[in-house]
């Protein structure tokens, strides 16, 4: 059963950065398609970035593309989004997930589509 720990959200003025980690235990990245989303207040979970478990793809919502990066060490079994130049409308709780066995990189994008999950963290930006 891997279990996946979030860290790194907190709140930043627009413009500025962000770090979040993902911490996994009990299984490592290197197996898994391992991917952030998030969720604002009233609205449903969406995709975010995502990154093969051996580094080698990554794709991004085009809301984020340019400003966000997705990685992983699989040495410290832990998955990294850079976020730089922050918008109000990055403001939510952000989740890790874990899954594999994906058809195609549309299902990638899909919440219900992973079996393990973070407990989220909070990024507020202001404006």
């Known amino acids: 059963q891997v279990q996946l720990i979030e860290s790194g959200g907190g709140s930043v003025q627009a413009g500025g950065s962000l770090r979040l980690s993902c911490t996994a235990s009990?299984?490592?990245?290197?197996?898994?398609?391992a991917t952030w989303f998030r969720q604002a207040p009233g609205k449903e979970r969406e995709f975010v970035a995502t990154?093969?478990?051996?580094?080698?793809?990554?794709d991004y919502a085009d809301s984020v593309k340019g400003r966000f990066t997705i990685s992983v060490d699989n040495a410290k079994n832990t998955m990294t989004l850079q976020m730089n130049s922050l918008k109000a409308d990055d403001t939510g709780v952000y989740y890790c997930?874990?899954?594999?066995?994906?058809?195609?990189?549309?299902?990638?994008?899909?919440?219900?589509?992973?079996?393990?999950w973070g407990q989220g963290t909070q990024v507020t930006v202001s404006s």
């Open positions: 990154i093969m478990g051996n580094g080698d793809f990554t």
């Open positions: 009990g299984g490592t990245f290197s197996s898994y398609v």
């Open positions: 997930a874990a899954g594999s066995g994906f058809s195609s990189i549309a299902t990638m994008r899909r919440p219900d589509r992973y079996a393990y």
